[in-house]
Structures are given as C-alpha cells and as structure tokens.
C-alpha cells in the first residue's frame, strides 16, 4: 500500500503517477491543472513527524494485530507491507491514514495531511513479496 501527502504527488508528475492502478508517464499540461485545483499547500512531513507517523502505525498494527513486513515513511509518501487479512484494504488504509493524522495534529500540525486515495498492490508470490519488502526497505536507507 502506498500513500501520498497531501498535494505532494500530483497527476501529471514526471516521476509518473497511478490512476486506477495504472503507472502514467508525466505530463506538464496535466500537472498544471492538478497543481490549481489544490485548495492547500503542500504537504511534506519533518524527521520528527516521520518517525510519529512510523510509530503511530506500528502501534495501531499492534492493537488489532496486522502483520506488517515493512514500513516506510518518508517526506511525501507511506509505503506499507502486511499480511493479508480478513478487514478490506480501503479500510486499513483509512484507518492508518486517520490515525496518524490525528496525532500529527496533537503535535501542532494542521489541515489536511493526506491525500485522498491510496495504491496498492497484491503480491501473488514470495518472491513478489520479497521484492516489495526490499523496495519498501530501500527507502528507510
């Protein structure tokens, strides 16, 4: 699973983007009119609301025992490895999205935080999982 702050990973972003769990090529007339429906600035997370955020999530998979394999919380995104299980994927994500926006809002963070939406994809085998695992691990380097 993979989610985004808030105005940080555009449609139309060079880096390419997901719609409907399809990866598209960048494009500029595109991020130009994404860049105008935003109704906030930008959101990038600081070091130490990264490591809140990453314990928010560690904590709350804890409580209601979902096995995460890897984590990674970086400026602009979350990246999230975990067993399957038996809850439906919108609402895992929404529940981690919701959490951790309440506590960076404890901390003296304001507005929207997250941007609406998520990517995910499915791993059909251990070698896929792996290769997940070790991208997702790539970014806490």
């Known amino acids: 699973m993979t989610w985004t702050t808030y105005g940080s990973w555009l449609p139309g972003d060079e880096r390419r983007y997901v719609v409907n769990g399809e990866i598209l090529q960048g494009d500029p007339k595109i991020l130009e009119r994404s860049k105008k429906r935003l109704k906030s600035p930008a959101v990038k997370i600081n070091k130490k609301e990264i490591e809140l955020v990453r314990q928010t999530i560690l904590y709350k998979a804890r409580e209601i025992a979902h096995e995460i394999l890897a984590l990674a919380v970086c400026t602009n995104h979350v990246h999230l490895a975990a067993r399957a299980d ?48 070790q991208y997702i691990k790539k970014h806490n380097a």
């Open 86 to 133: 038996d809850k439906l994927i919108e609402d895992i994500v929404g529940r981690y999205k919701s959490i951790t926006t309440r506590a960076l809002w404890q901390h003296g963070r304001t507005g929207r935080i997250w941007t609406k939406g998520y990517d995910k994809r499915f791993c059909f085998s251990e070698e896929e999982l792996k290769q997940k695992i």
